[in-house]
């Protein structure tokens, strides 16, 4: 049990203990995608759908779920994050919205798990500012790209 660390030797759950670890510099980023008709791809970059600006409202979105993580995810530490940033990759010949989130930080643990729930409702803003135009819409491939710093240095996702 013992290889996971948010598990003690009995199997408990518990939060992992970074007082004793130096502060680095570390960085993650995360990504996902939302594929959408035609229509609606149209409407957001358009900015015709009538609640508003779509890519904005997600920008924000993701950017307010990155600082609140810990209260979202049990075992995520409450953290002083530095600087988020939520990026859109519109793709019209696949009618997707690819979505990419940087969170950055000087502390005692990482910010994987922000930048994941930054990309992750940024996501779930899009889908819930335009379901009313198309409730098909699929969110699909959250994932870490990279991160760096801390004990276990850096992590680059493979090419798909």
Sequence with gaps: ???????????????????????????????????????????????????????????????????KTPDLIPMCHPINIGHVQVDFFPDEENNTIGITALVRILDRTGVEMEAMTAVSTAALTIYDMCKSHDRAMVISGICLKRKSGGKSGTFIRPAD
């Design 1 to 67: 049990m013992s290889d996971f660390t948010h598990m003690d030797e009995q199997g408990h759950v518990r939060m992992v203990d970074v007082s004793d670890k130096v502060p680095t510099d570390r960085v993650a980023v995360a990504q996902a995608k939302i594929s959408m008709t035609a229509e609606t791809f149209l409407k957001i970059m358009n900015n015709h759908v009538r609640k508003g600006n779509v890519l904005e409202t997600a920008r924000i979105a993701g950017i307010m779920a990155a600082k």
